[in-house]
C-alpha cells in the first residue's frame, strides 16, 4: 500500500468476506426487529415513545455505515475485482431489503404528525425540531402504502429505464475524431476531456462531432424527455404540488420565495458573466469565444504540474489560513490514509468524498494527475470532508441529511481558498491568470450556465400545459431560448449545439426535477460567504463552522439567518455576484 491508497480496514472490525456479509444479514434481521417492533404503533407514541424511536433509527444507521461504506469503497477502487462485486452487490440488496422493511416508517410518523402537530414543538424533541417539520412538510404529499408501491413499479419500469437507456447510450457511444492526421476513436468519457485541449480547432472538432452525433438520435431523447417532464406533471397531480418545483423545493430545504430571489439576481446580472466572458476572448487573442472555448485554458497557461506532496500542502495550508482546525481535519486525512489518489484501472472515474459519521471523518476518492484541477479537486473534496468532521461531531445521523443547496458549502468555500494561497503563491502574472480564469470559469458554469437548465426546464413544463408536443426541434427552440437569455451575443455556438439538451444525465433522473438550481444556489451562496469573510476577517470564521456544524438540523434559510442574511432577497444574492466581479476586475487588472 503506498500514501495514496486508502485504508479501508479502518471501517470494519474484520475485512473477512464471510463477517462482512454476515454483518450485513445481521442488518437486515435487525430492520425486521424494527418494523415488528413499530409496525402499526407509531400513530399511539407520546414524545418519549418518538424520541426512542428516532434515537433508535440513528443508532441503527450508525451500527451499519461501516460495513456498507467497505463494500461500496472497496467497489469504487476498483469495480474490476470480483470479490467488490460481490460485496457490493450483497450490499445493495441487503439495502433494499432492509429499506422495504423500515418503509412505513415514513409514512406513519407523517400520519402521527398530521393528527397530533403539537408533538413537533414537544420540548423533549427539541433536538429532532427541524427533522420532523422536514417529515411535517412531505407528509401531506403522501400517497397510501400501496400506491407509494405501484408508483415505485411505475418509476422502475419507466423512468428509471429512460434514465439508464440514456446512460448505457452515453457509455457505449464512440466517436471519430481526426486529430494531427491521425484518425481516433474515443468514448464519450474520453472525447470530452477534449473540450480543455489547448488546441482550439480540437476543441471545435470535439464539441462538433459530439453533438452532431447526439443530434442524430433526436427522436429517442425528445420521446425521454417529453414522457419524463408529462409524468412529472401528473404526479405533481397525484401528489398535490402546488408548482413543479414543489418536490425539489422539499427535498432541498427551501422556500420558493428564495429561489425565486436567486434566479431573478443571476437573470439581472448576466451582463456580469459576459463581461467576464469578453474577457477572456481578450486574453486569448479573439474577437469573439466559440462555445468551444468557455472552459478552454488560456494559450499562455504555464501548466505547472504538482506532487502529491505539493498538493497537500498546499491545500492544508490553503485551511490552515482560514483556520486551524480545518487544517488539521485536512491534514488527518491524509495522515489517516483516507484519501484513494492513486491513478489506476478499474477505478470509477471521477471524485467523490462519502461521509463516514461513525468515525466522524470521510473518505475520499479522486484519479490525482498533477494538474492544477487536480489540486482543486482536492481542496473541493477536503472540504466535504471538513463539513463531515465538523458535522459529524455535532450532529445525530438524521440531522445530517444535507440538501444539495448546503451541501456544496464547504467544498466550494475550500476551493475560494486554495485560490487566495495560490494567488499569493504565485510566481508570475500568467500563473495568476490562469487561477483566476479557473475559479470564474466554474463559477460561470455553475451560477449562469447552470441557470440557462433551470429556465430550460420550467419552459418545458410551461409548454406542456399550454398543449404544445415536443418534439426534438421544439424542445432544441426552448434550450437556445433559455441559454440565449443567459449568454446574449457574448459566445458564438456552433449550430449542433441545440442538441445539448441532450447529454444532460440529470434531466433522466428519477424524482430528480430541478436538480439545477441548486447548484446556482450553493455557488452564489458560498461567494457570498466568502466575500463577507474578506470584509468581518477571522470574526467570520466561527459562523462557517457553525454552518457547517449545523448539518440538517436547520434550514439553509436559517443558517443564512445567522449569518445575518434574508436568502428570500435580491441583495442577499448579490453579495455573491460582487465577489464575483472583484475576481474579474483583479484578473483584468493583470497584464
Ligand atoms: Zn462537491
Not at 407514541?45 to 467497505?70: C, I, N, R, T
Not at 402537530?117 to 407528509?139: C, G, K, M, S
Not at 458554469?445 to 410551461?462: N, T
Amino acid at each position: 500500500m503506498n500514501e495514496m491508497q486508502w485504508d479501508l480496514s479502518q471501517l470494519v472490525e474484520s475485512t473477512d468476506k464471510a463477517y462482512i456479509i454476515n454483518r450485513l444479514e445481521e442488518m437486515v434481521a435487525e430492520a425486521g426487529a424494527m418494523r415488528e417492533q413499530y409496525k402499526g404503533k407509531i400513530g399511539s407514541l407520546d414524545a418519549p415513545g418518538l424520541y426512542a424511536l428516532l434515537e433508535a433509527q440513528d443508532s441503527f444507521s450508525l451500527k451499519y455505515e461501516g460495513v456498507a461504506m467497505y463494500c461500496n469503497l472497496l467497489y469504487s477502487a476498483d469495480t474490476t475485482n470480483p470479490e467488490a462485486q460481490h460485496l457490493n452487490d450483497a450490499m445493495r440488496r441487503a439495502g433494499t431489503r432492509a429499506g422495504q422493511q423500515l418503509a412505513f416508517m415514513e409514512i406513519e410518523m407523517g400520519e402521527l404528525l398530521a393528527a397530533r402537530p403539537e408533538l413537533v414543538r414537544a420540548p423533549e424533541l427539541a433536538e429532532y425540531h427541524h427533522l420532523l417539520e422536514r417529515i411535517q412538510r412531505r407528509a401531506p404529499h403522501q400517497l397510501a402504502e400501496r400506491e407509494e408501491q405501484l408508483v415505485m413499479s411505475k418509476d422502475q419500469n419507466g423512468i428509471d429505464a429512460w434514465s439508464q437507456l440514456q446512460e448505457d447510450w452515453l457509455s457505449t457511444r464512440t466517436f471519430k475524431i481526426t486529430i494531427d492526421g491521425e484518425e481516433k476513436v474515443l468514448p464519450y468519457g474520453q472525447i470530452i476531456g477534449l473540450y480543455e485541449d489547448p488546441r482550439r480547432e480540437v476543441r471545435r472538432e470535439a464539441n462538433s462531432i459530439v453533438y452532431r452525433d447526439l443530434g442524430k438520435d433526436e427522436i429517442m431523447w425528445a420521446s425521454a424527455l417529453r414522457s419524463i417532464c408529462a409524468d412529472h406533471i401528473q404526479m405533481c397531480e397525484w401528489r398535490k404540488y402546488p408548482s413543479v418545483l414543489t418536490q425539489s423545493l422539499i427535498s432541498n430545504d427551501v422556500e420558493e420565495e428564495a429561489i425565486l430571489a436567486l434566479m431573478r439576481t443571476v437573470e439581472n446580472n448576466v451582463e456580469v458573466y459576459r463581461r467576464y466572458l469578453r474577457v477572456k476572448a481578450r486574453l486569448m487573442n479573439l474577437p469573439r469565444l466559440g462555445n468551444w472555448d468557455l472552459i478552454a485554458p488560456l494559450p499562455n497557461d504555464p501548466g505547472k504540474k504538482y506532487t502529491w506532496s505539493e498538493a497537500r500542502s498546499s491545500v492544508v495550508e490553503a485551511y490552515t489560513r482560514f483556520d486551524e482546525e480545518f487544517g488539521q481535519h485536512a491534514d488527518d486525512m491524509y495522515g489517516q490514509r483516507r484519501i484513494d489518489a492513486e491513478v489506476r484501472k478499474g477505478k470509477v472515474s471521477g471524485a467523490f468524498c462519502a461521509s463516514w459519521l461513525a468515525g466522524q471523518s470521510a473518505f475520499v476518492l479522486q484519479s490525482f494527475n498533477g494538474l492544477v484541477g487536480d489540486v482543486y479537486t482536492q481542496a473541493h473534496e477536503l472540504g466535504h470532508a471538513i463539513h463531515a468532521c465538523l458535522g459529524s461531531r455535532a450532529q445525530r445521523p438524521s440531522n445530517y441529511e444535507i440538501g444539495s443547496c448546503i451541501a456544496e458549502c464547504g467544498s466550494t468555500f475550500g476551493e475560494l481558498l486554495l485560490t487566495e494561497h495560490l494567488l499569493s503563491n504565485s510566481a508570475s502574472n500568467a500563473e495568476k491568470q490562469a487561477v483566476l480564469c479557473k475559479v470564474l470559469d466554474e463559477f460561470g458554469m455553475a451560477a449562469f450556465q447552470v441557470s440557462a437548465r433551470y429556465f430550460f426546464e420550467q419552459s418545458i413544463y410551461g409548454a406542456i400545459k399550454a398543449g404544445k408536443f415536443l418534439d426534438g426541434e421544439t424542445l432544441s427552440s426552448l434550450w437556445t431560448a433559455a441559454r440565449d437569455r443567459i449568454y446574449g451575443d457574448a459566445v458564438e455556438w456552433l449550430p449542433e449545439m441545440k442538441w445539448e439538451w441532450t447529454m444532460k444525465l440529470h434531466y433522466y433522473i428519477p424524482n430528480y426535477r430541478f436538480y439545477n438550481y441548486p447548484y446556482v444556489f450553493a455557488q452564489l451562496f458560498v461567494f457570498a460567504m466568502y466575500r463577507l469573510y474578506r470584509e468581518q476577517g477571522e470574526a467570520f470564521v466561527p459562523k462557517v463552522k457553525a454552518l457547517l456544524s449545523a448539518g440538517s438540523s436547520r434550514s439553509p434559510g436559517q443558517l443564512a439567518r445567522e449569518l445575518g442574511f434574508d436568502i428570500t432577497t435580491e441583495e442577499f444574492w448579490q453579495k455573491g455576484i460582487r465577489q464575483a466581479e472583484e475576481f474579474i476586475t483583479q484578473l483584468e487588472k493583470i497584464q
